[in-house]
């Protein structure tokens, strides 16, 4: 008998990838927010009682960072007391819990990839909030907490990186942040990482889960031309500090992934990743 696995918040980007991806590797029944409400403990309780998973994969997420400043109750809602209810769940039916984190629980002032070990120092209620859901979720006895950052790809896909691509498509002027660095994540790569370390059976914990290496969104902006056959797109480098961002962003958000690969999980570099996403994204135009 194959296991089972309960995906909730299928709806989402990685939610709909996980739930696309795991079926190689389990039974899956998948949730979206307006199937299970994570925040109503009740619905929480109901769901993973009917169904008796092996693992319980939370991609239920407030993904909004500058929303956040303006409405902490519901991020802190969604991304952190609803992991306390997952891992007591997991506790009380005996599941392992897998939960996504992020790269913003850094302060961004780095100058080499940060490891699981770094201290985090959030800044602002989003990053704030994804750091709680981390700490709660290390409730559950058997739990993955894995990091991943500038999330592209997947069935739902409306990510930075296809907003670059699409400009850079169009002939379109496009604008990227020569100041942020970061280790992009392709969830393809998620996905299979998240399988490779359910099937290892490796040890509870925080794992960063992010292609290898890691670049500017300018650098990453050139790339996506270069490979899209457009090496002279109009690319115009900004800084964050022009953005007017709302809530504070870590600028150099590069993480190290040797600890999954310590594990026997090696995540293709951000370049590969690019290029398969961007040669499936010519194969379904």
Not at 184 to 199: C, G, I, K, Q, R
């Amino acid at each position: 008998m194959r296991r089972l696995a309960l995906v909730l918040g299928a709806g989402g980007q990685l939610g709909d990838a996980m739930a696309t991806g795991l079926g190689r590797h389990y039974e899956v029944v998948a949730r979206t927010r307006n199937e299970v409400d994570v925040t109503v403990p009740d619905a929480m309780h109901a769901a993973v009682a009917s169904v008796l998973p092996d693992v319980l994969i939370n991609c239920a997420a407030y993904t909004n960072v500058d929303g956040a400043e303006q409405d902490p109750v519901t991020a802190l809602a969604v991304n952190a007391s609803s992991v306390r209810t997952m891992a007591r769940l997991a506790a009380e039916f005996d599941v392992t819990l897998v939960h996504y984190s992020t790269d913003f629980v850094f302060d961004g002032v780095a100058t080499a990839p940060y490891r699981e070990t770094d201290a985090p120092n959030p800044r602002g209620t989003y990053a704030v909030s994804k750091l709680l859901g981390e700490w709660l979720a290390a409730d559950a006895p058997r739990h993955y907490v894995l990091r991943v950052e500038s999330l592209f790809g997947g069935p739902r896909a409306k990510s930075s990186v296809d907003r670059i691509l699409d400009g850079i498509l169009a002939g379109s002027p496009v604008r990227a942040f020569a100041d942020r660095t970061v280790s992009p994540s392709y969830v393809e790569d998620v996905v299979a990482a998240t399988a490779a370390l359910l099937a290892r059976r490796s040890p509870s914990g925080v794992y960063h889960c992010v292609n290898s290496g890691y670049t500017t969104w300018s650098g990453l902006a050139h790339e996506v031309a270069r490979i899209a056959g457009r090496p002279d797109a109009p690319i115009t480098d900004v800084s964050m500090d022009d953005a007017q961002l709302v809530a504070p962003r870590p600028k150099f958000a590069a993480l190290a992934n040797a600890k999954l690969a310590a594990e026997g999980v090696i995540m293709p570099t951000w370049q590969q990743a690019i290029e398969r996403y961007v040669h499936a994204r010519a194969g379904h135009a």
